[in-house]
T-cell receptor, first 113, second 111 residues
């Protein structure tokens, strides 16, 4: 049972373009939605996170859009740069209980120079 | 500031053997979680410990066990290794529940 579905599996974007990654979740008990960035040979690093009481959160070039009724959220990377080339994971968790993070399958993003 | 440190970084084991992976959390962090990341997939939750008590366990067989020590460091043990246990094992720590910082992981290869 995949509780967090992520698309696309891979994405190629021109330098300066907008990268968009989408996720959908099933469990309405989730109350914390982080995005992680992972480079080869490294662990995932928290990029940006949102709680369901807000519809959008922006940090620099990274924006999360959140649609609670549709149970969907997305990551937008503005002015994409070659250094953004990495694997991105959306995730969800409940901050009550065992606090486990449920990850999507990941999106391999490649920014063309 | 030291991040989450894991040892060893790489490990090769034979089927049927036992392995112990170690994790040192960020100083002051009391919560430690373990995740398994198979190549090409997202990490999957194995265990969570807070203040030395097990707070959560993922859908993994009893061959997997863990513990947290008084200094909040942690060990993940896997018995009777299978080829399918080959993966990147990630440790993450947090001051309290949530906001986890991940280490770079231990790459385990079972042959």
């Amino acid at each position: 049972q995949q509780q967090v579905k992520q698309s696309p599996q891979s994405l190629i974007v021109q330098k300066g373009g907008i990268s968009i990654i989408n996720c959908a979740y099933e469990n309405t008990a989730f109350d914390y939605f982080p995005w992680y960035q992972q480079f080869p040979g490294k662990g995932p690093a928290l990029l940006i996170a949102i709680r369901p009481d807000v519809s959008e959160k922006k940090e620099g070039r990274f924006t999360i859009s959140f649609n609670k009724s549709a149970k969907q959220f997305s990551l937008h990377i503005m002015d994409s740069q070659p250094g953004d080339s990495a694997t991105y994971f959306c995730a969800a968790s409940t901050t009550r209980g065992d606090d486990k993070i449920i990850f999507g399958k990941g999106t391999r993003l490649h920014i063309l120079p | 500031d030291a991040g989450v440190t894991q040892s060893p970084t790489h490990l090769i084991k034979t089927r049927g053997q036992h392995v112990t992976l170690r994790c040192s959390p960020i100083s002051g962090h009391k919560s430690v979680s373990w995740y398994q990341q198979v190549l090409g997939q997202g990490p999957q939750f194995i265990f969570q410990y807070y203040e030395k008590e097990e707070r959560g366990r993922g859908n993994f067989p009893d061959r997997f066990s863990a513990r947290q020590f008084p200094n909040y460091s942690s060990e993940l043990n896997v018995n009777a290794l299978l080829l399918g246990d080959s993966a990147l094992y990630l440790c993450a720590s947090s001051f309290t529940m949530g906001g986890y910082t991940f280490g770079s992981g231990t790459r385990l290869t079972v042959v």
